[in-house]
Nanobody, 129 residues
Framework: QVQLVESGGGLVQPGGSLRLSCAAR????????MGWFRRVPGDEEYEAIG????????????YYPDSRLGRVTISRDIANNMIYLQIDNLNPDDSAEYYC??????????????????WGQGTQVTVSS
C-alpha cells in the first residue's frame, strides 16, 4: 500500500523559509516521478509547483514557469525515501495546503494534477505576521 506523508508546514512570517518533507511508504522515490502541488481554500485546481523525475528517466527536476510560487528548490533523499520542497522568501499569497504526489510507475514529470496517482494528505503553510 502506497502512502505519502507530508510534514513541515506551519505558521511562518513573511520573508521566512520552510522546508516541506514528503515521506514515502510502499514505493521508492528513486523509481517514481514525484511532484509538489499546492491548493488554496476555494480553488478546485491544484497548482503545480515542480516535479523530480525518477532516476531512470534522467533524474531531472522541473519547476513549472507559470507557477505563482517560484523561489523553490526540490530535492530527493534516496536513503530515507523522501522528497523535499524548500520555499524561500515566503509571502502571504503562499498560504496554502501543500501536497506531494506520485506519478504511476513509469510516468514522467507532468504538471497536470490528473496525471498523478498517489497523493499525500497535505501540510498547511500559513504566512502571516
Amino acid at each position: 500500500q502506497v502512502q505519502l506523508v507530508e510534514s513541515g508546514g506551519g505558521l511562518v512570517q513573511p520573508g521566512g523559509s520552510l522546508r516541506l518533507s514528503c515521506a514515502a511508504r510502499g514505493l521508492k522515490v528513486a523509481d517514481y516521478s514525484m511532484g509538489w502541488f499546492r491548493r488554496v481554500p476555494g480553488d478546485e485546481e491544484y497548482e503545480a509547483i515542480g516535479c523530480i523525475s525518477r532516476i531512470s528517466s534522467g533524474d531531472g527536476i522541473f519547476y513549472y514557469p507559470d507557477s505563482r510560487l517560484g523561489r523553490v528548490t526540490i530535492s530527493r533523499d534516496i536513503a530515507n525515501n523522501m522528497i523535499y520542497l524548500q520555499i524561500d522568501n515566503l509571502n502571504p499569497d503562499d498560504s496554502a495546503e501543500y501536497y506531494c504526489a506520485s506519478k504511476p510507475y513509469g510516468g514522467l514529470c507532468d504538471k497536470s494534477q490528473y496525471q498523478y496517482h498517489y497523493w499525500g494528505q497535505g501540510t498547511q503553510v500559513t504566512v502571516s505576521s
